[in-house]
Nanobody, 127 residues
Framework: QVQLVESGGGLVQAGGSLRLSCAAS????????MGWFRQAPGKERDFVAA????????GYADSVKGRFTISRENAKNTVYLQMNSLKPEDTAVYYC????????????????????WGQGTQVTVSS
């Protein structure tokens, strides 16, 4: 069992930056990958970024490449999402997710690829 708590969301002007944090607790030794998804009103929950817990390999949605960076601090059981050059279309609730089984096939962009979810943190980007 893994518990995830997101923090760092807020209101920022277009072009600004935010850093989201996701602290994992519980059976964190069973966490193989963590990811960030976002969901805007009336839209599906979409993949943003993911990271392999052990190797640090990362993947990003095309819409955020070059602007967002996912990272982790293993000793703190924490994953981060550094968001730069924010756009109004980045406005959404951002969710942290964890995968409890090995990502042997490397699949990481789907909601079903993850077992645990945080409650989400609101990110609002004003124009």
């Amino acid at each position: 069992q893994v518990q995830l708590v997101e923090s760092g969301g807020g209101l920022v002007q277009a072009g600004g930056s935010l850093r989201l944090s996701c602290a994992a607790s519980g059976r964190t030794f069973s966490t193989y990958a963590m990811g960030w998804f976002r969901q805007a009103p009336g839209k599906e929950r979409d993949f943003v970024a993911a990271i392999s817990w052990s190797t640090g390999n990362t993947g990003y949605a095309d819409s955020v490449k070059g602007r967002f960076t996912i990272s982790r601090e293993n000793a703190k059981n924490t994953v981060y999402l550094q968001m730069n050059s924010l756009k109004p279309e980045d406005t959404a609730v951002y969710y942290c997710a964890a995968r409890s089984t090995p990502d042997l096939l490397g699949r990481h962009t789907r909601v079903v690829d993850y077992d645990y979810w945080g409650q989400g943190t609101q990110v609002t980007v004003s124009s």
